[in-house]
T-cell receptor, first 108, second 110 residues
Framework: EDQVTQSPEALRLQEGESSSLNCSYTVSGLRGLFWYRQDPGKGPEFLFT???AGEEKEKERLKATLTKKESFLHITAPKPEDSATYLCAVQAPDKLIFGTGTRLQVFP | DTGVSQDPRHKITKRGQNVTFRCDPISEHNRLYWYRQTLGQGPEFLTY????????KSRLLSDRFSAERPKGSFSTLEIQRTEQGDSAMYLC????????FGPGTRLTVT
């Protein structure tokens, strides 16, 4: 069965303190791994798609990486405005299967 | 802004009533998805359209739920005889490949 597990469930960082979020997946034939950001009461906002092991993508303070079993979202020198829930999902095959997310809080 | 829009944004209804939600996708996207999200969980897939054809339905989608996408444009999701367990955020997404989500409709069943 296709499955996505994210850790940690919650993460509190001081502004400027870099860290990584983990997304472990099992899927029969990865067609894409997606990262989204979700603010409270809003829909998920698309961040990245990764297709193959070794691929990396960057956007501002965020960098996503992919291996055959997991993906990492690295946050470098975070700011309070990076506070949100970060969701990971796999394409399987015509729908997304999401993890439960990591709630990130960045405080000054 | 030409993103995905959903209406209404909030809906409060009494148990047993019917509700209908609307989603307007990004205009050039032929795929449209409905998801449901409860507190502390990721979105769960409900159903998917390619143009006007409904191609997949989740087991989560009981007989009380029905979705349409006439003419491959906007879509509606109807819930009949609502139950308290239907309380959730209902999200619509559209794609050429990456799925872009709307702001959601928050349903509260009292």
């Amino acid at each position: 069965e296709d499955q996505v597990t994210q850790s940690p469930e919650a993460l509190r960082l001081q502004e400027g303190e870099s860290s990584s979020l983990n997304c472990s997946y099992t899927v029969s034939g990865l067609r894409g791994l997606f990262w989204y950001r979700q603010d409270p009461g809003k829909g998920p906002e698309f961040l990245f798609t990764l297709y193959s092991a070794g691929e990396e993508k960057e956007k501002e303070r965020l960098k996503a990486t992919l291996t055959k079993k997991e993906s990492f979202l690295h946050i470098t020198a975070p700011k309070p405005e990076d506070s949100a829930t970060y969701l990971c999902a796999v394409q399987a095959p015509d729908k997304l299967i999401f993890g439960t997310g990591t709630r990130l809080q960045v405080f000054p | 802004d030409t993103g995905v829009s959903q209406d209404p944004r909030h809906k409060i209804t009494k148990r047993g009533q019917n509700v209908t939600f609307r989603c307007d996708p990004i205009s050039e996207h032929n795929r449209l998805y409905w998801y449901r999200q409860t507190l502390g969980q990721g979105p769960e897939f409900l159903t998917y359209f390619q143009n006007e054809a409904q191609l997949e339905k989740s087991r989560l989608l009981s007989d009380r739920f029905s979705a349409e996408r006439p003419k491959g444009s906007f879509s509606t999701l109807e819930i009949q005889r609502t139950e308290q367990g239907d309380s959730a955020m209902y999200l619509c997404a559209s794609s050429p490949y990456e799925q872009y989500f709307g702001p959601g409709t928050r349903l509260t069943v009292t």
